[in-house]
């Protein structure tokens, strides 16, 4: 006989049959399982009296309507070690659904009936999908939305539209962003989009942009923060990016190229990725840093329940199924599961390490690393001192640089001349006056 757990609870005798609801709903809201009448707690099997058989099923199954929706379950007789018990088999709730018990979502939780409350019954009912923060109601009025935003949206999606302004409402209607039962009400979605003044009603609704100088989160060179839509926390986003990271030149034949820091697909779906997956029910931000070797995209909320890490690229969930639906008709995200294989595809190309992506404990990050974390993989640790000291100053020498990593001269020049051949590094003159640079000032790779 196995022991009491996730899926099994023994029961000597049944003299509380709210409990055998409790256990049921517990049950049902969890794996499923089984209650078995007739053995005792250490796994004894001490049968069920003949005479108490029917009446006791009968009440079992008076204890299973108490539960609200009746979960699947079958009441039946079997015998162990010869003597008879009674089994109830519970079914798991469908995906969508769930039990309560006298009003109460119970959940099992090892060989416990726990009762789920607050902020654990939010977050059992987003992992099963039954509540969800952009389909939920708002304490907006039709006068909170913004016709020119709406606009906007409906023009990008369908370019032959002719918008009205007196059909607001039902715009918003057949985008199921609202519902209406007596009276309007606005779905979050709505306002995440479309409001007139998100932070009102979403102040989450912010990206935390900040430029550290150096590798380290210590000091900020520049800052931005941002409330707004889902589209205007987008642009923002882009464009600080783009004011903060670097540029370098190619020459392809005789066309001079210009090469970003990072390739601008995989910048624009981390972007994507942060503000339509994030958990929206979290007070945090979604937060971009940006280091001199690498930016760092910082989401609220783990990987939904049934992701994982290494089922990324793989499959598609939504824990925001509106925002990923208004995102899709925009072609900001495709659902196909081609987002991340396309973001690693094109890290590839460009000669960079494939994104790096963590959970840490109620948060999401993606890390892009840039040719200067790659290029100093490959150099020595004095030569790395040299391009630290020059990202703090103009110029370096070789004596200076002899002094600063503890070598002879020789070995100086001969560090600094290798960072030259690599073209990290500009040597300027040629006599004892000479001194080195970063190759290209502020468009170099470091």
């Known amino acids: ?191 995440l989009f479309f409001a007139r003044d998100p932070g009102r009603f979403v102040p989450q609704s912010e990206v935390k942009l900040v430029r550290f100088k150096g590798r380290e989160p210590v000091d900020i060179v520049d800052s931005r923060f941002p409330v707004g839509t889902v589209l205007d926390l987008l642009k923002e986003a882009e464009d600080f990016i783009k004011r903060n990271t670097r540029m370098a030149m190619r020459i392809e034949g005789s066309v001079r190229k210009d090469v970003p820091e990072y390739p601008e697909p995989v910048t624009r779906e981390a972007l994507v990725n942060a503000l339509t997956h994030r958990d929206y029910f979290s007070r945090d ?12 995209y910082v989401s609220p909320g783990n990987l939904p329940t049934g992701l994982s890490l290494q089922l990324l690229g793989t499959v598609s969930k939504q824990r925001n199924p509106l925002t990923y639906r208004l995102m899709r008709d925009l072609g900001l995200v495709e659902g196909l599961a081609t987002g991340i294989p396309r973001m690693r595809s094109a890290m590839r190309d460009a000669g960079l390490p494939e994104p790096m992506f963590e959970e840490l404990g109620g948060f999401f990050r993606v890390t892009l690393v840039n040719k200067a974390r790659v290029d100093r993989a490959r150099l020595n640790k004095r030569q790395v001192n040299a391009i ?35 073209g990290i590094l500009r040597k300027v003159g040629k006599t004892r006056g000479a001194y080195y640079e970063l190759a290209e000032g502020p468009n170099n790779n470091y």
């Not at 029961?11 to 049921?24: D, L, M, P, Q």
């Not at 990202?391 to 030259?420: C, F, H, K, Q, W």
Request: aromatic share 6%; glycine share 8%.
């Open 285 to 296: 931000t979604v937060q971009i840093n940006i280091f001199d070797d690498r930016i760092e």
């Open 1 to 191: 006989m196995n022991v009491e757990g996730q899926d099994l609870e023994f029961k000597r005798s049944v003299k509380n049959f709210k409990e055998i609801g409790k256990t049921a709903c517990a049950f049902a809201n969890a794996f499923g399982g089984r209650i078995i009448i007739g053995v005792a707690d250490d796994g004894e099997v001490v049968g069920v009296p003949d005479d108490a058989i029917d009446i006791l099923q009968q009440r079992l199954e008076g204890a299973m309507q108490q539960v609200s929706p009746v979960p699947f379950h079958k009441i039946t007789v079997e015998e162990k070690e010869g003597k008879r018990t009674i089994v109830v088999e519970v079914s798991q709730a469908g995906q969508g659904t769930f039990c309560t018990h006298d009003g109460i979502v119970y959940h099992r939780t090892g060989s416990v009936n726990t009762k789920l409350g607050g902020r654990t019954l939010q977050a059992y009912l987003m992992d099963r999908y039954i509540l969800s923060f952009d389909e939920s109601r708002s304490q907006a009025g039709l006068g909170d939305i913004d016709p020119n935003r709406l606009k906007d949206f409906l023009v990008r999606r369908t370019p032959d539209l002719r918008f009205d302004k007196r059909r607001m409402k039902a715009y918003l209607l057949s985008l199921n962003l609202a519902e209406t039962n007596g009276r309007l009400s606005i779905k979050n979605a709505a306002l």
């Open 388 to 422: 630290e000291y020059l990202e703090d100053n103009p110029a370096i020498t070789s004596r200076t640089y002899s002094g600063l990593v503890g070598v002879s001269n020789p070995v100086a020049v001969a560090d600094m001349n290798d960072l030259v051949a690599r």
